[in-house]
Every structure is written in structure tokens, then in C-alpha cells.
């Protein structure tokens, strides 16, 4: 009963008590046992005789003077698993009373069976639609108003966004901007960058159908897009936005090329493995004055790690045959479960470094085009400016609580029976670098995507504005010039592995 | 690398897979392939490449000619967890523009903590309430229709359930009721005995608050009551019905008992039990030929099994201290979580056996007052009568699939490293047997509970009508005869263990 992972699977578990101490014990903002978050897996069991005498502070969840987060809160979009399971949309959407559908794609997936299914559901029910097949790749705020501008006289009340990541994501924000018609765009834009303002009504019904297996956009409430006019990726985040249904269906990701089983399966194994070491939400501040404000992007949690944890392991057992073998169906379904898994991870848990870093990386790609992407212009895909950083990041975040990254070692495949602590950090590097080495076709550091030292400047400026996820990542120093040297050491790190 | 119950665990994923070859190959439904659920999980690799040569099958999922289910559909409460987060309720009714909000709860719970913090919540919101203090311990339809009857007249337009399973089931009930006001009360009651309508409609936002940790009805769509008219227990079940959010708060468990404690964790224990060993869902029968119509009770699939397991394992950690020290907070918190993790479990999974026996268990006992229930009347509480049969159901269902009980009795702490699959049930048996030992105060079969061999016929005749939950249980024969010897064994069997 010493394998390690079991031991941490539990003590995941356990941790839901971690916030009751947390809580309870009047410590000051600085006291060192909650800026280490490691601290907090190791309780001695002579602290629950004084748990009692702490019960006023338990009865104060509200109380300004408590700092830091004492509850989370777990939300998924209902999910349907099963081939073929496209046709029963139309009956889904008749169900829920729907008479005016927006269907919402782009003109790649709108030629592929997945639509024809759609569209075939729908006539068969019946149900009046629409077609929107405006979105384009990585939205930008102009695309997505464009989306919206389609959406509004057409009065939908209910969507069906068929497609990636960025299909799913915009339809959410179609859904959202007409049933708040009045609204500013910026209103509810992720501060620094917009207002924040939370989503107080609850939108249309959404239904997404994912072609690809990684965003896992289908289960959680974020929608991610340029904002162009302050130069930087942001987003819109709130669980009103999530989908009601994720239909999926692995029929609908065959189509996928290998280049693209590849960069949206590291997109998944980032989701997992940054949400499994995110900060624990006890840790988060501030503690929220109202419920509606408790971000979906709360830090570690003991629901979130079970599917982040389950979704790691699937996905280092099945992303290399979905890969290698186009024909392996089994390894392609299992990559679309994985990916919802992480979904519901990384959507209540949130992400970190290698998703904040990766922003810029896409961004300030000037010449490199991955192979495989059949498209005529430079392209960095997401998943791979997202797995590039990442030896480099989980041997620097390592440090804040080692246990859960020998157990992500060991998803890997290492045997971590005589690891010592002090090396979890070069274990699971040295795993996740492996591992893309074997995967095929991945750039081994920034400078194979045309990134030298002269870049990072740049890379980091781009990376500071990403704070709702840096504020999750462990390690990090919360002051700004500390922060910034963090980061160079990451980008500088990450030019070759 | 071999280590079982990480295998397991790895293979219970991998089971979306067999999904896919269910419905890709043409098997008559006697094939006995289909008939042995454990034949599903050693497939040869040399399958793959003939799944390619069935696309055809894979696209017609309403094909009549197909009679068995190939996909599942997870959906669960939003789940909130945190000591105090009761206090939030108040901004949580505001939050979803509540104006009216209907309280439910039974007289018991009116008297504590968690009903003072509940309404101190709304008034400090200035949200109006009725309260509905009337319902009963283990609800009859007439407790039901009574409730009902106090709910329509108020017009309420949020509900809040705060206390036990039957407090949350009967606000399902009421809510369900006054989205439908015109309907019979059997429309929606599962067939035989009612009509099984489905639910087409959104119900009214519920929010439950669960002051025990057992039932998991806050994430569920299931309540179970009375039909006294039909002497059986029965209840409602489907998606619309569940809560829209469970407010999973420690601090409303510390009041129970130990005697609740225990019996409630060992609802929690079978819940999870029985789910991870449930059919399969691409075993289930029949395929809906409307999504609106697919159980919530579905069968064993990838992601109930995650809940199912980890609730297991954090049952057979913490309900011994959670009975054992009423000042061990840590357990008692890990409990509230377990049951509510094994909630999202059988939720949508469904539970077979042990809770099909124990309704007639407990509805025809005479005598028997369970220590530490401090009421005037018989009783056998519902946990009690679920675990009861537990060691001889386990031992019966093995042979369905030695894998999955292998891996419960592994968390049950049990060295299964040479353990051949033969003695699964055997194993498993035993190790549920000492569980409840150890645990203390339980009986040792139906004759401390006082049956006798003489009441056997009668509860058969119990057990026969709860087809929904017999449906998934492993193992049990289809033919009445039959079903009804395999019965007489397992209730002979548990007279005494």
C-alpha cells in the first residue's frame, strides 16, 4: 500500500480538509505555512483536538479579515459520450423546446460529416436554423463582434457550436452578447483588460459539439480570443457561459490530420498537468464577498484533481497511438474523453504558466509553421506553444509541493520508488521532455520555433498582462520584478530542452 | 508498474472503448459476448483494424435494430463545498433573481444550526420565504402529495431544501409538481407502477443543503418514496430533477449522530459498491430511441467510475473515524465529500442489488429498533438495510467482473496480489463482512434485525417490483424464475454473515 500515486490520489482527496485549517487558524496573510503551499500536506493529527475551539472562525466564511479562499465550487456542462451520438442532437434541441437554432462554425468543419449529421438532425426534427460559418482560428475581438452582429437579428434561442475550441468559444460569446444586447464588449472582458463584470442571467441554451480533442471548450465556461486593440490574449470567463451539453462524439474527430492529434492532445496534457499543480484554492485570494464572484479558475481542488489526474494518465497512454496511427480509433475516442476530462479539471481548477507563457509564443510568431498545418501562412499552434515551456515550467513549480509532481512523474511511467524530493522538479521535466521527443514532429525549445535570447523581452512583456492564470501558478512570486526574472529564467530555459 | 487497482483504475477508463466495438459489431443480443460483461475488458489489439470496416454501424445510433445502449451522459448538481458556505445561500437565491423561495425541511433539521444560518442567509438578502417544515423520514406519496399541496398555493420561484435525503427528495418533488401542476402524481413515477414520463420541461431552480453525508440526493435527479396504494417503494428519476446546486457545508454534519454517521456511510458505501460494479451501459437495454429517455440510472461508464472508486476508497479511510470520534471534523468533512462524490456516482450509474433488497427490508420489519436512533418506533435505517446483504450481493456479482471487485476489496486495504479472479466475490465478501464489523453495532445478517427463513417469500415478493435498479444488477438472470431463485440465495445467504 506504498505506491506513491495511490498515496497521492488520497491525499488529494484528503486535502478537502486542508481548507477547514485554513480557515480556522488565525494566521496572518505573511505566515510561512500558507505561502508554502507543500506545508499543508502534512498535518499532524494533534491539530483536530484543536479544531473545536476554532468554530466561530469556521461560522465567519464571509468575514473580510479572512483572506483567502475557504470554499470551491464545482461546475461541468451536462456531457454525452457516444459514436454517432450527432444524429440525437436534433431531437436534443427539440427536447429543450428550441425553435430558432444559430448553428455556429467555420468553413473547414462546415464541409465534414460532423455538420451534415447537424444539419441532418435538425431538418429531421424539423427545427428551424441558421448557419454562422464565420469563425476563424484564434479569434480575435473584431471576429467575434462579427460573430456577434450575425447573431443578434437572427434571435436565436438556442446554439449549437460545432467545431474546435474556437467555434465552441465563440458561440459562447454570440450567446452571451444577445442576451445582454446593451452591453459594452469590455463589460465583461477578464480585468485588468475589461470590467470583469460577472454574468448575473443565465444565457441561452448552448449545445457544443467538439471536432477536435483538446480544448475541452465543451465543458467549461471560458471563451479565449485576441484582444487586438490592447495587444493581448484574454478572455471571458464564467460558468453561465458554459455549454448545457458537450456532445461527444468520436466520429466527429477522425478527421483530425496526425498534426493536429498532436498539438491539441498537448493542449490536453498542459490542461491536466497545470491544473493538478495550480495552487490549492485555499490558497487563492481574495476570498469572495459574494458566491458570484468565486472565479471558475480556482486553484486545485479535490474534485478537479480526480479528472485532472485520470485525464494525465489517459492521455499519456493514448496521445502516442492517436498519433502514430490513424486508423487506432480507440486511442482517438479515449483522447476525446481525456480531453473532456481535463476539461472539467482545468475548468474548475484553471491554468498556469504554460498556458500564460504560450499566449505571447502564438502571438509574436513572425516566420515558424508547424508541419502538417496544411495553411499558407506562419502558425504555432496551441497546443505546441503551450507544451514548449513546459519541462522548463514543472521543474520550476515543483518546489511548492513535490509529492504531486513525483505522481505526475509517474503517470509518465517513472518509477519514483527512490526519488527524493528535491528531484521531482528534473524527474517529471525530464518525463514531459521524453515524452514530446517521442510524440514526433515537436520543436525542442523556442529556438526551433525561431525564438533566441533577443525574444524573451518581448515574450515576458506578454506574458505579465496574464495574470488571472500567473496568479494560480505556485512558485511565482507575487512581486512584479522578482516575477519578471521567474519568467526570463522560464523563456531562457525553455530556448532549447 | 503492476500495481492492481492503478490498472484497474486505467482499464475502467478504457472501457469508453468497448463502447465502440458494442455497437460496431453485428452480435445477435444473445451472443455471449454481450451476455458476459467481463468478456469486454480483454480485447485483442487485432480488433482495431476491423473497426474501420463498421463505420456503417457506428452512424446509426437510433437504429432500431440495435438494441442495446452505445452512449452515456453524465450530469450533476454544481457542488459548492466549504465549512460556512451555508451563509451564502441568501446572495446565491439573489444571485438567480429568486423572489419567492420555498424552504423545505422536516422538524428535526428547523431546530439547528443549519436552518438558523439558512434563514439568517435570506433575511440578510431581504429574499421572502415560506418554510415547509412537514416532511417525513422515508416520504410516503401522501407525505409527498401534502407537501406538494403547500408548495402550489405559494407560487414559489426557487426552492431550498435543507436536511437529509428525504427533505432534499421531497423538494424535488414539490418542485416538480408545481412546474406541473395539472399532472397526475403517477405520470412521472418510474414505470411499471407509474407512467415513467420524462421530463420535459427546466424545472425551477433548487438549492440543497444536505445536513447528513449519505444520500448524495443533492446532485442526483432521483427522490424515492412510498407508493403505499402499490406497497412498494418507488420514486421519480430524470435529469430536470436535480438540484441546481449542492451546498456540501461540514459544519451541517457535525449534528448527526454516530449511529447516523455510520448508517449513512454505509448508504455512501453501497452507492459506491454497487455503482462500480453495475452492467456496463453499452449492456444497458434498450437503447433510447430519444435521448430524453436514457436513464439516469445508465450502467457503470468511465466517469462515474472515477467517482465511484475514489468514494469507495475515502468510505473505507474515514467512516470508522467519522463514527468513532464525533470531534474528528476531518473525517466527518471527508465523509460529506465521499457522499457526495458517490452521489455523482450511482447518480449516473444507478445502484442494483443491495438497494433493490433493502426497500423490503426495511418496509417489512415488525421489530427491530437500530441502537442509537433515539425515536419510539421500529426502524431499520436505510443504510443498515442496504449493507446488510452487501457481503453475500458482492459475492454473487463477482463473477460478472473479478477485476472490478477485486480492485473494491483492494480498497478495502485487502493484499489482492495473488488472488485469482475465482475468489473475487469470495475476497471482496470478506472484506466488506470485516468492514462492517470493525465498524461496530451493525447486524450480522437479517436475523439480528429480525427475519427468519419463514420471511424470505415475502421479501422476494419486495424485492421483484424494483426492476429499474434489478435491471443493472451483474450477474441476476433475466427469467423471473430464475431471478427469483438467485434472490432466495442471497437473501438465505445474509441471514446471518
Sequence with gaps: MSFPSIRVAVSAASRATSLLRTVQFTHPPSCPCHSNPSHHHHHSPSSSSRLSQHVRHLATPLDPSHQKEYAFEMAASSIRFGPGSTKEVGMDMKNIGAKRVCVVT???????????????????????????DGVRVKPKDSSIKHAIAFAKPYNA????????????????????????????????????????????KPLKPLIAIPTT??????????????????????????????????????????????????????DVLCHSLESWTAIPFYERT????????RPAYQGANPISDIFSLQALRSTVKYL???????????AQ????????????GFGNAGVHLCHGMSYPISSQNTDYKHQGYAVDYPIIPHGVSVAVTAPA????????????HLAAAEAFGKDISNVK?????????????????????????????????GHIEGLIEGTIPQQRVLNLAPSLSKELGAEKEELRKLFEESLEY
Design 320 to 330: 502516442p497511438r492517436a498519433v502514430k496511427d490513424p486508423e487506432d480509433f480507440e
Design 333 to 344: 475516442s479515449q483522447m476525446l474523453l481525456a480531453a473532456t476530462l481535463a476539461g472539467v
Design 213 to 266: 480533442a483538446g480544448t475541452g471548450s465543451e465543458t467549461t465556461g471560458t471563451a479565449i480570443f485576441d484582444l487586438v486593440s490592447k495587444g493581448a490574449k484574454t478572455g471571458i470567463a464564467h460558468r453561465h457561459m458554459k455549454p448545457t451539453l458537450g456532445i461527444c462524439d468520436p466520429l466527429n474527430t477522425r478527421t483530425m490530420p496526425s498534426a493536429v492529434h498532436a498539438s491539441s492532445g498537448l
Design 157 to 200: 434561442d438556442a446554439f449549437l457550436a460545432v467545431g474546435g475550441g474556437s467555434v465552441i468559444d465563440t458561440a459562447k460569446l454570440m450567446n452571451l452578447y444577445c442576451v445582454y444586447p446593451e452591453a459594452d464588449f469590455l463589460d465583461f472582458v477578464n480585468a485588468p483588460l475589461g470590467k470583469g463584470l460577472p454574468i448575473a
Design 106 to 132: 467555420d468553413k473547414t468543419v462546415k464541409k465534414l460529416d460532423a455538420m451534415r449529421n447537424v444539419i441532418e438532425a435538425l431538418e429531421r426534427e424539423g427545427v428551424e436554423y441558421t448557419i454562422y
Design 421 to 453: 524530493k528535491e528531484s521531482a522538479g528534473e524527474v517529471l521535466s525530464e518525463a514531459i521532455a521524453e515524452f514530446l521527443v517521442a510524440l514526433g514532429d515537436q520543436p525542442r525549445g523556442l529556438k526551433a520555433l525561431g525564438f533566441n535570447s
Design 286 to 293: 481574495p476570498r469572495p464577498t459574494n458566491p458570484i464572484n
Design 393 to 404: 515550467v514543472f521543474k520550476f513549480t515543483a518546489a511548492s509541493n513535490p509529492d504531486r
